[in-house]
T-cell receptor, first 113, second 116 residues
Framework: KAGVTQTPRYLIKTRGQQVTLSCSPISGHRSVSWYQQTPGQGLQFLFEYFSETQRNKGNFPGRFSGRQFSNSRSEMNVSTLELGDSALYLC????????????FGPGTRLTVL | AQTVTQSQPEMSVQEAETVTLSCTYDTSESDYYLFWYKQPPSRQMILVIRQEAYKQQNATENRFSVNFQKAAKSFSLKISDSQLGDAAMYFCAYRRFTGANSKLTFGKGITLSVRP
């Protein structure tokens, strides 16, 4: 069974631009969570989607948004990019919510210049 | 709010030796899950081992085992017969058993190096 895939793997943007990252979960998995990883803040939860609905949201500004499609694929969008948005963005999928283990994708490395 | 603490930023072990990585957490919940994830230089986060808080028996996966002390809120990872491929960053993580907030809360991570 294929793992979690994320596209693109690397991205370079400039301040003020917007960006969209994509995540395809493991086949059959319906829950998708997003995390931001930076050297200073570590791994921080962004949001979780299940059945096309945002179920949880972390402490991030409204510039960070996401959505989930009927096939469970998810996208996250960051508008008006800031230098501090440079990070590794990780997507994780699980069968359902709650007790299930989350399996991570390889991440998208975003660099904001 | 739940917190996860990994106080040792770096550790080193000789190949074939055993190493223990420490993790403590704070929660008021009685049911939860604890995880150890490995992140090698490729940055892919890989699940190493998972422990359910309601289970008294410590989880084991091949060379990896945990020492789960619920009362002390301690969750350490023991790696036996260390291999060069074990070199990576290791993250301890907490997740509530069920409920609305099922996010993973991570510690800061430990960088493990393996000496040949």
């Amino acid at each position: 069974k294929a793992g979690v895939t994320q596209t693109p793997r690397y991205l370079i943007k400039t301040r003020g631009q917007q960006v969209t990252l994509s995540c395809s979960p493991i086949s059959g998995h319906r829950s998708v969570s997003w995390y931001q990883q930076t050297p200073g803040q570590g791994l921080q939860f962004l949001f979780e989607y299940f059945s096309e609905t945002q179920r949880n949201k972390g402490n991030f500004p409204g510039r960070f948004s996401g959505r989930q499609f009927s096939n469970s694929r998810s996208e996250m969008n960051v508008s008006t990019l800031e230098l501090g948005d440079s990070a590794l963005y990780l997507c994780a999928s699980s069968l359902t919510r709650g007790a299930d283990t989350q399996y991570f994708g390889p991440g998208t490395r975003l660099t904001v210049l | 709010a739940q917190t996860v603490t990994q106080s040792q930023p770096e550790m080193s072990v000789q190949e074939a030796e055993t190493v223990t990585l420490s993790c403590t957490y704070d929660t008021s919940e009685s049911d939860y899950y604890l995880f150890w994830y490995k992140q090698p230089p490729s940055r892919q986060m890989i699940l190493v081992i998972r422990q359910e808080a309601y289970k008294q028996q410590n989880a084991t996966e091949n060379r990896f085992s945990v020492n789960f002390q619920k009362a002390a809120k301690s969750f350490s990872l023991k790696i036996s017969d260390s291999q060069l491929g074990d070199a990576a960053m290791y993250f301890c993580a907490y997740r509530r058993f069920t409920g609305a907030n099922s996010k993973l809360t991570f510690g800061k991570g430990i960088t493990l190096s393996v000496r040949p």
